[in-house]
């Protein structure tokens, strides 16, 4: 007795869907499931923003992802957006790098002065007026601040980092 079997072919749905075959399918999107969780686990941190202090780069309540791994083979660099860890992993701060360890730093009527000399920084969009004492860093010290500089120095969040509370590069 011969049993006459027809080969089903995919409707043009379950192609746009799932494609010509479901297994293979299955696979790739699990393989993409645990490469995206690993990824996210171990290299990029999701973050907030929360305020206007880096104002107009960053807007307050904007996602950005921080790539954990900028910082493995350079330290960081002037101009180097940041996250800076304070008590733990879930509380941090989005700062711009402006200080490098073994310089001094100081601002004069609204200019960054680094050992004696004004520095150009393009991101700034707002007029500042801050004057702040000179402050000579630590080897292992970088001088990190918002790019919203006409709030007040005294409302601002800034300062000396570690690089051990640096945790990476803002990459978004």
Not at 2 to 7: A, G
Not at 156 to 161: N, S
Request: glycine share 8%; charged share 20%; with cysteine.
């Amino acid at each position: 007795m011969e049993t006459d079997q027809t080969v089903r072919k995919p409707g043009w749905l379950q192609i746009i869907l799932i494609g010509r075959n479901p297994k293979r399918t299955l696979l790739r999107a699990l393989v993409l499931a645990t490469v995206c969780a690993v990824g996210f686990r171990l290299f990029l941190l999701p973050i907030r923003v929360e305020g206007i202090s880096m104002l107009p780069t960053y807007r307050d309540k904007g996602f950005n992802l921080v790539n954990r791994l900028a910082y493995v083979t350079h330290p960081p660099r002037r101009g180097d957006v940041v996250s800076v860890r304070t008590a733990g992993i879930s509380i941090m701060y989005l700062k711009r790098v402006v200080g490098l360890p073994g310089e001094t730093i100081e601002f004069q009527d609204g200019h960054l002065v680094v050992d004696g000399h004004p520095v150009f920084e393009p991101w700034l969009a707002l007029p500042c007026d801050w004057t702040l004492a000179p402050r000579k860093l630590g080897p292992d010290e970088f001088y990190v601040v918002g790019d919203n500089r006409s709030m007040p120095a005294l409302l601002h969040k800034q300062g000396v980092a570690t690089r051990q509370r640096i945790v990476g590069k803002v990459v978004l």
